[in-house]
């Protein structure tokens, strides 16, 4: 789809001229710690100037390698035999999998004593960026060569990206990514190594790692012991990786400056303003009504009986922590103070931009956009798949017999070949499915479509038929065999022809949808997000030239280096320790009667008089960081270990949108609670001695 908006790129010397102009008028640099920084443009002039401390490039690179993508999440080696620390949550998917009615490992934790009692995790990849180049030159030089329609600049740019990508995996063997920062006003080429063979090691009970359940979510302070541990294996052994970290040498204090390396998932800091009041006013109202009524549902669901409970448990863990989330970013748009900053930020960057006549209306492009999105947001979520359902994988196993066999520029973004890899991975994971589960969860989605998108809509008629949600839903997983992950193998490997053959009743409902969803799909890529990537990238480019390095990218789900200091808070008079302890944990269980969710764990209370009461149980910081950096190692200034990052304070929902240290903090779980876990609680003081060094 064309627009009238023409999206010229701003040449070096018009950014050049426009730079003085609008570093004066526009908004300011970072705040204090703000950011979320990638690792070849950190903050290092700021870090020295607020906090005395200069990192050297073998701090970075060191840090760097032992920082892990877990599966989307962070962790970290912390062993020179592949041993990874992630949270809990994290792990949790892996866990589930694992879990059967006769060994619930969710419920009841895990230990493997031994490598040979590890447990391979489904379907679950790690890995660590290995290097990076910009390569922002090649990106323009393609899209501004082509006439100017949605279209065709999205098919060019997705042509240069699958070349760099590819070029990059044949040359280096590594797993390739080109990545879009500052909207697009520049491109990096990331390049990381994989491991696909990852075995659980350790992961404690729920209710310890869980501790407080919805009710401590995103609450502070807290008491959790939110780890897990992983081994990462290679030819069969474990693995050595390049970069590990060692754990801290002195006690940590308040006033400590902490850093964080993990993978936040996705900020919106700079987002126009008409993309705010967009996600304000319809994107999270019908979301967050979405996500109350699964809640309902899984709970409802769950009530039927302790096996129900166990199996809904993973996917209620998953939509409350969603939910509670998306309620405090609601929250921070609804602020009168972040959208006056916001309003702010953007009359000024107009003005500027009004008053060196440079050319294009980026935030007119965006508008229309965001109209264009208006009309036909229902459409598109209520047409959405569950995640993680087996009409999800059904529809993973159509696009991928419709897709592979396009060229690269011609398929959708989601399928390049760099996610191809991916995609086929989540269709031959062995996963657990519960049909009484999907049944009820695929009753309420093709309800919910029914009821948002009407009887006679295309999507609901090919859905349903004459049938009710219900009666649908239970003859749909009923008849299906894609529990079954050969039958899933088979259909990959038979490509077009298996599917069209195939009478498998999720795959002819995926198949017969599959037009109307491959129509949304480009509706999006080219109405939708083509357009808004070139405001973006427009406007990225003046907001570039006017701080450069020192304006930090919004999240991408790719590595970052954020800082901050370990530091209490007050909030409504009350006053917040930096820490909490285990002797504050006991407090709570019994403060609570040992009621659930605050019901003290059984390997805890079995261990109560062994523990050390004084010992930091969870702390807080100053550092940046949002959904993804879950995980993330927190180390001191000499790269040392002295946490792990497993949520954040209600204040710091609003990170999303605006980062405000006043009591937004970090929260994590101390390294020494770990260690008296592993040592004291769990009897594994092995993995400990092996965190420290030992073998």
Not at 323 to 338: F, I, N, Q, S, W
Request: contains cysteine; neutral net charge.
């Amino acid at each position: 789809m064309s627009s009238r908006f023409s999206a010229t790129r701003l040449s070096p010397r018009a950014i050049a001229c426009a730079a003085a102009s609008l570093l004066a008028l526009a908004s300011p640099a970072a705040l204090a710690d703000e950011g979320m920084w990638t690792f070849d443009s950190p903050p290092l002039a700021a870090i020295q100037q607020q906090h005395g401390v200069a990192l050297s490039a073998r701090w970075l690179q060191q840090l760097q390698k032992a920082a892990v993508n877990f599966s989307g999440a962070s962790a970290s080696f912390v062993s020179a035999q592949g041993l990874v620390l992630t949270n809990h949550h994290v792990a949790r998917g892996c866990i589930a999998r694992l879990s059967t009615p006769e060994r619930d490992l969710d419920g009841h934790g895990f230990l493997a004593r031994t490598q040979a009692e590890e447990l391979r995790c489904p379907g679950t990849v790690l890995k660590v960026l290995q290097s990076s180049d910009d390569v922002s030159d090649s990106l323009r030089l393609a899209t501004s060569a082509v006439a100017d329609d949605d279209a065709t600049r999205n098919q060019a740019r997705k042509r240069v990206i699958a070349k760099l990508e590819h070029d990059c995996q044949q040359s280096t063997r590594l797993h390739c990514q080109v990545v879009a920062l500052y909207g697009g006003a520049r491109y990096a080429l990331y390049r990381y190594k994989e491991w696909d063979d990852v075995r659980l090691v350790f992961a404690p009970d729920a209710q310890a790692a869980n501790f407080g359940g919805d009710d401590d979510n995103f609450v502070y302070p807290r008491f959790a012991l939110d780890f897990a541990l992983a081994r990462v294996y290679e030819n069969g052994k474990p693995a050595k990786p390049t970069g590990v970290l060692k754990l801290a040498a002195k006690p940590l204090a308040e006033g400590d400056l902490v850093f964080v390396a993990g993978h936040p998932g996705s900020t919106d800091r700079l987002r126009t303003l008409a993309q705010l009041r967009f996600a304000r006013d319809v994107d999270y109202p019908r979301t967050l009504a979405r996500l109350e009524a699964q809640q309902a549902l899984l709970h409802a669901y769950a009530g039927r009986s302790p096996e129900a409970a166990r199996q809904a448990a993973d996917a209620i863990a998953g939509v409350e922590n969603r939910l509670k989330a998306k309620r405090g970013e609601y929250a921070a748009l609804r602020d009168p103070e972040v959208m006056a900053r916001k309003e702010a930020d953007e009359t000024r960057l107009r003005t500027a931009w009004t008053q060196r006549k440079l050319p294009g209306d980026p935030w007119a492009l965006v508008e229309a956009s965001v109209a264009r999105h208006a009309e036909r947001f229902d459409e598109l979520t209520a047409t959405e798949y569950t995640y993680g359902s087996l009409l999800s994988l059904a529809g993973l196993l159509v696009d991928l017999a419709q897709q592979r066999p396009l060229p690269e520029d011609q398929r959708l973004a989601a399928w390049r070949d760099s996610e191809l890899v991916q995609n086929e991975r989540r269709l031959r994971a062995k996963a657990p499915f519960y049909p009484e589960l999907e049944t009820v969860r695929l009753a309420w989605a093709l309800g919910e479509a029914k009821k948002v998108l009407g009887d006679s809509h295309p999507f609901v008629t090919a859905a349903l038929g004459s049938d009710t949600p219900e009666a649908a839903a239970q003859r749909l997983v009923r008849g299906t065999q894609l529990a079954d992950p050969a039958v899933r193998e088979a259909l990959m490997r038979g490509g077009e022809a298996a599917i069209r053959a195939s009478a498998d009743p999720l795959v002819v409902l995926a198949r017969t949808l599959a037009p109307q969803k491959l129509a949304l799909a480009h509706f999006k890529e080219e109405a939708l997000d083509t357009p808004a990537e070139k405001a973006a990238a427009m406007i990225g480019q003046a907001r570039y030239a006017m701080g450069g390095a020192n304006l930090p990218p919004d999240a991408t789900g790719t590595l970052r280096l954020s800082y901050g200091t370990v530091k209490g808070y007050s909030e409504r008079g009350v006053r917040t320790p930096w820490k909490t302890t285990w002797a504050g944990l006991l407090d709570r269980a019994d403060s609570f009667d040992n009621r659930m969710p605050f019901t003290l764990s059984t390997p805890a209370a079995t261990a109560r008089a062994k523990l050390n009461p004084r010992t930091a149980l969870n702390f807080v910081s100053t550092a940046d960081i949002i959904g993804g950096n879950s995980g993330s190692p927190v180390v001191n200034a000499n790269g040392e270990l002295v946490g792990l990052i497993f949520d954040g304070n209600l204040a710091s929902l609003g990170g999303r949108y605006l980062y405000r240290d006043e009591a937004a903090r970090a929260v994590a779980v101390h390294i020494d609670a770990i260690l008296q876990a592993l040592e004291t609680v769990y009897g594994a003081p092995q993995l400990a001695k092996e965190m420290r060094g030992g073998r």
